[in-house]
Structure formats: structure tokens, C-alpha cells
């Protein structure tokens, strides 16, 4: 089968030629690997102390859990403690709850009406990133993450659905730095 465009005759073959070709250049130009992360194989994560001022005693091991099972799950790096290709350490320097706004929701009780008010869950990490395969790609950089909660939420629920939220942003951030390197 053959196409006719004003006068020029494309075999369907040629055509597949050169999408063919034209494949290879891309991908030549660029790798659809989706990681910078070439030739390391282990990588050690040291436990992320919470050396904040207000300290949440499940933090530090919920995070230092998080960061390990991100990269042990996603990427092909095998976990060591002994002469790593990568290492990530850090701490966790703060973990604040502040008041932030009065929201125009408003609440009918029996006492009237009230208007909610709004927290503001801030949490901070600085990360120590060494390469030594690549010792060019190693950082040091601090991270933070928010999330916006109404304040009638409990220290436990706090702890359950915003923490969570705040570790997942932060061990995205510090994951895409490493990892994807962009």
C-alpha cells in the first residue's frame, strides 16, 4: 500500500524506516530510564533524629521508615550499613503548629455562631546527600512541607492524616532531588 501527497509517492516501508530512525535519535539524545541513578547500587538511610523544639515522639521513626521503604520500593538500590554507593542522613530541625486564619465557614452551636479557625502543621528536614560514585550530585539541602488543617482537629488525628501528608511531600522532594536529579 502506497500514499500519494502532490505527486510524491511514500511506500508504507519507508515509512517505518524512518520512524525507526527517527526513534533512535531521540532516544540517543535522550534516556527514558526516568533515573540519574546509573551506576550506584546500595544506598544506607540513617535514622532522621527529631531535634525539633515541640517533639512528636512517632515522628523521627515514621519518617526514617518512609525515606527507606521510597527508595528500597522504587528504585533498584539494595540497603547496606557497610561502604554504600549512597548515603542519606539528616535530621528533623522543626515541628510547629500554628494558628493561621479565621476561615469565612462558619458554625451554628448553641452558643451562636462561629466562625472556624485554621492550623498550619509546618514540618522541616535538612538532608545530607553523599554520592560517592558521583561525588559531583551530593548536597546538603533543607526541606519543608505545610498542610492546612481546621483547628478543631485532635493531636491524634494530627498525628494520623497531617504528618502523613507533610512526611509524603517532603520524602517526594528529597526523592525527586536524588533520583531524578532534575
Known amino acids: 500500500m502506497s500514499f500519494k501527497i502532490k505527486n510524491i509517492k511514500i511506500n508504507q516501508p519507508k515509512i517505518f524506516w524512518l520512524l525507526l530512525l527517527c526513534l533512535n535519535v531521540l532516544h540517543s539524545c535522550y534516556g527514558f530510564s526516568g533515573s540519574s541513578l ?3 547500587k546500595t544506598i544506607q538511610i540513617n535514622e532522621f533524629p527529631n531535634n525539633a523544639a515541640l517533639v512528636n515522639p512517632a515522628l ?3 519518617f526514617s ?16 550499613k557497610q561502604n554504600p554507593d549512597i548515603l542519606v542522613e539528616g535530621e528533623i530541625t522543626d515541628y510547629s503548629i500554628t494558628p493561621t486564619t479565621i476561615s469565612s465557614t462558619t458554625s451554628n452551636t448553641s452558643a451562636g455562631v462561629i466562625q472556624d479557625s485554621q492550623n498550619k502543621l509546618t514540618i522541616t528536614v535538612k538532608v545530607h546527600y553523599e554520592n560517592k560514585v558521583h ?3 551530593s548536597f546538603d539541602r533543607t526541606y519543608t512541607d505545610e498542610a492546612t488543617f481546621n ?21 517526594n ?3 525527586n532531588d536524588i533520583v531524578a536529579n532534575w
Do not use: C, M, Y
Request: proline share 2%; hydrophobic share 30%.
Open 135 to 137: 561525588p559531583e550530585l
Open 173 to 175: 522532594k528529597i526523592f
Open 65 to 80: 521508615t518512609d525515606i527507606q521503604n521510597r527508595f528500597l520500593q522504587r528504585t533498584t538500590l539494595k540497603g547496606t
Open 38 to 40: 546509573k551506576d550506584e
Open 151 to 171: 483547628s478543631n482537629l485532635s493531636q491524634s488525628d494530627i498525628e494520623a492524616s497531617q504528618v502523613k501528608i507533610v512526611n509524603e511531600r517532603i520524602i
Open 60 to 62: 523521627s521513626q515514621q
